[in-house]
């Protein structure tokens, strides 16, 4: 099953990378526990529980806040249950133009071919500056 997980990972991003939102909620859990850096300042901070939740707080903050944001996976990291990620995010701040070029880890897991967690690890001083 965890080869079969990398694909259902690797096919979020690309999903993602489309713009094709629906999908990547697709693929998760409707109770997914989403948790991002939960740093003063950075959109979407904390811990997201549900589906729903990960739309509005986190999907939904991205046309907010960033142009030309991209999440670019570089590697894939079979761990049975769990798949890593790693990978940099790109953008630009709306608010100030500041770049956004931040290496990220990424830990999923899978039950059931369904995304049940997630957990980011970001540069958020990278995060900070670029959003001003």
């Given at each position: 099953?965890?080869?079969?997980?990398?694909?259902?990972?690797?096919?979020?991003?690309?999903?993602?990378?489309?713009?094709?939102?629906?999908?990547?909620?697709?693929?998760?859990?409707?109770?997914?526990?989403?948790?991002?850096?939960?740093?003063?300042?950075?959109?979407?901070?904390?811990?997201?529980?549900?589906?729903?939740?990960?739309?509005?707080?986190?999907?939904?903050?991205?046309?907010?806040?960033?142009?030309?944001?991209?999440?670019?996976?570089?590697?894939?990291?079979?761990?049975?249950?769990?798949?890593?990620?790693?990978?940099?995010?790109?953008g630009?701040?709306?608010?100030?133009g500041?770049?956004?070029?931040?290496?990220?880890?990424?830990?999923?897991?899978?039950?059931?071919?369904?995304?049940?967690?997630?957990?980011?690890?970001?540069d958020?001083?990278?995060?900070?500056?670029?959003?001003?």
């Amino acid at each position: 099953m965890s080869a079969e997980n990398v694909e259902i990972a690797r096919g979020g991003y690309d999903a993602f990378s489309r713009g094709d939102i629906d999908a990547v909620l697709s693929m998760m859990d409707p109770d997914i526990v989403w948790q991002e850096p939960d740093v003063e300042g950075i959109p979407a901070g904390g811990t997201h529980h549900g589906r729903e939740a990960v739309a509005e707080n986190v999907f939904g903050r991205v046309s907010e806040d960033w142009d030309e944001f991209q999440v670019v996976p570089e590697e894939f990291l079979d761990a049975g249950d769990r798949v890593v990620v790693l990978g940099l995010f790109q953008g630009k701040g709306k608010a100030t133009g500041g770049t956004l070029d931040a290496p990220f880890a990424h830990v999923w897991t899978l039950r059931e071919g369904k995304m049940v967690h997630f957990r980011n690890y970001t540069d958020t001083t990278n995060w900070l500056q670029a959003l001003g």
